[in-house]
């Protein structure tokens, strides 16, 4: 018995035996009576069974070949629904995090690429952070997404490729209350004095936590101490009024109940948001996302840097490049 069978030896045999006549046989397969003749005579061999008993008037099948023909059509079947699975048009969805329900950079980049390619399902997924996301990316799990590409571990960074989409300007985010909330932009100096949470202790948002150390460095600003992880309005709102804390953010952060949000400026700290994808990842919907990153950063002018702003500088470099 063979270790494997040529699928295109089962699918002559499942016609020879539709049609128990090599002549219509072959015809249908559009191809040389001969070859389909040698063709089951090997698959005989193989199985180490007669298939059919042919004699000049006719050609009828065995009880091997009675036996065999259900399991044919199995094996053949399965082919036909992996070709169709992966064949031209057929790609699987691509599966894009966007961070967190509600930010704006992610969304419309996803909702542009769309429009660029309606064959292709582009599916949203939301992770926390990019570190969060950056396990899911390679372990194939996840597609792409958004986020500060340098944060991330330089053993990750390794695998993945990314390309420069916004450079984002930040904010705070303020209990109603708070001194500071009557302010229509708050100098990054108000701040001094000030314990700002920013994620300290989640493990999926690492490269914001990174961000938010190397921007209050020298300005007089604590880093929040490690919070259990708050998901949706409710636990947000919770661990807000429990402790006081301005929350660091993005000026595109989405409105939360009882908090305003305020740009930051003195300088206007920018979060650099990159698109970011596995290495040697292939999709035509890959594709169209990257296209509508470029189409948008330069519409909307996300990469044109503000005079006067702020960013790491390794930050910066990587910028500069593209994926």
């Known amino acids: 018995m063979p270790a494997h069978l040529d699928p295109r030896l089962l699918r002559a045999f499942v016609v020879v035996a539709e049609e128990l006549h090599f002549t219509r046989a072959a015809a249908r397969l559009y191809v040389a009576q001969q070859a389909l003749s040698r063709d089951v005579r090997r698959l005989e061999r193989e199985l180490e069974a007669e298939l059919f008993v042919r004699t000049t008037r006719q050609v009828t099948l065995t009880a091997d070949g009675a036996r065999l023909l259900p399991h044919a059509r199995r094996v053949l079947a399965a082919q036909d629904d992996l070709l169709a699975a992966f064949g031209p048009g057929q790609s699987r969805p691509l599966l ?8 704006v950079t992610g969304r419309r980049v996803l909702h542009r690429a769309r429009e660029l390619a309606p064959e292709c399902e582009l599916l949203a997924r939301y992770e926390s952070g990019l570190t969060g996301a950056a396990g899911e990316l390679l372990a194939g799990r996840l597609d792409a997404s958004f986020g500060r590409f340098t944060g991330l571990d330089p053993a990750l960074r390794s695998a993945l490729e990314q390309q420069p989409v916004r450079y984002e300007p930040m ?29 300290a202790g989640n493990p999926r948002t690492l490269e914001w936590t990174d961000l938010a150390g190397r921007l209050f460095e020298g300005r007089g600003i604590r880093l929040a101490a490690p919070l259990p992880p708050a998901f949706g309005d409710e636990e947000f709102e919770r661990i807000m009024a429990k402790t006081r804390h301005p929350v660091l953010a993005v000026v595109d952060f989405p409105p939360m109940p009882r908090t305003v949000r305020r740009a930051l400026v003195d300088p206007v700290p920018l979060s650099p948001v990159s698109l970011v994808w596995r290495k040697g990842l292939v999709h035509p919907a890959l594709d169209a996302l990257r296209r509508a990153a470029a189409e948008l950063a330069r ?7 503000p005079a006067g702003s702020w960013m790491p500088a390794a930050d910066a470099d990587v910028m500069h490049t593209t994926g």
């Open 299 to 305: 519409a909307q002018g996300w990469l044109r840097r």
């Open 96 to 103: 894009v995090d966007l961070n967190t329900p509600g930010l």
């Open 171 to 199: 904010a705070v985010v303020l209990p109603e209350d708070h001194p500071l909330a009557p302010l229509a932009e708050v100098p990054l100096a108000a701040l001094a004095g000030e314990t700002v949470y920013a994620g």
